[in-house]
């Protein structure tokens, strides 16, 4: 069974979006104070719904569903974190990875700005070299489908650009689709 995660609600998950990457604040829109869902929680709810706020722009709107990791990043003691009564104004979703996963796609096959979307939170992992049997995933197939790239040729030279050099990554995934994201830019330039 796919690990769960829970989602906000799409339209408070739009409404906090910036079009700065990685931005240190999450916009909070006065509505939400006038918003019935929210006003029917109690105080402790609300500040939890803000604080969950926040995490969904950190995590692309798929957060971990465990209250110990809740409780640490909200710096309330686990033994506090009821979601209940988020889930039943239905501010809150339960979702899982595969779902959340082809909305991504979906989102950066209509971008054309090249704006990333902001990056779910991962385990630190060490930066490693180009990993034996490594092939692109459905996102990055979709991305270069969008940008109207052949994927194979793209990634046969990016495994071999990077193979050549030694080049170190911690995240290949994200490596291979700022590939892709530069092949268009050197495409519109004349060619890499």
Excluded: C
């Excluded at 796919?2 to 931005?23: G, M, P, T, V």
């Amino acid at each position: 069974m796919a690990q769960k995660f829970l989602s906000i609600r799409e339209s408070d998950y739009e409404r906090i979006q910036s079009k700065r990457e990685n931005a240190p604040w999450i916009r909070l829109h006065r509505s939400l104070y006038r918003d019935p869902d929210f006003l029917s929680l109690s105080t402790h709810h609300r500040y939890l719904y803000t604080g969950l706020l926040q995490l969904a722009y950190d995590t692309g709107n798929r957060i971990y569903n465990d209250s110990t990791y809740l409780g640490q990043m909200l710096y309330v003691p686990h033994t506090e974190i009821d979601l209940k009564p988020l889930y039943r104004s239905g501010l809150l979703e339960t979702t899982n990875l595969s779902r959340v996963l082809s909305e991504q796609i979906r989102t950066d096959q209509n971008r054309s700005d090249g704006e990333v979307s902001p990056t779910p939170t991962k385990v630190v992992q060490r930066a490693s070299g180009f990993p034996e049997g490594f092939q692109f995933n459905e996102r990055a197939e979709a991305m270069a489908k969008g940008y109207a790239l052949n994927v194979h040729k793209e990634f046969a030279a990016f495994r071999d650009h990077h193979t050549a050099k030694g080049s170190t990554f911690k995240d290949w995934d994200a490596a291979f689709r700022t590939w892709l994201r530069n092949a268009v830019k050197f495409a519109a330039k004349g060619g890499r």
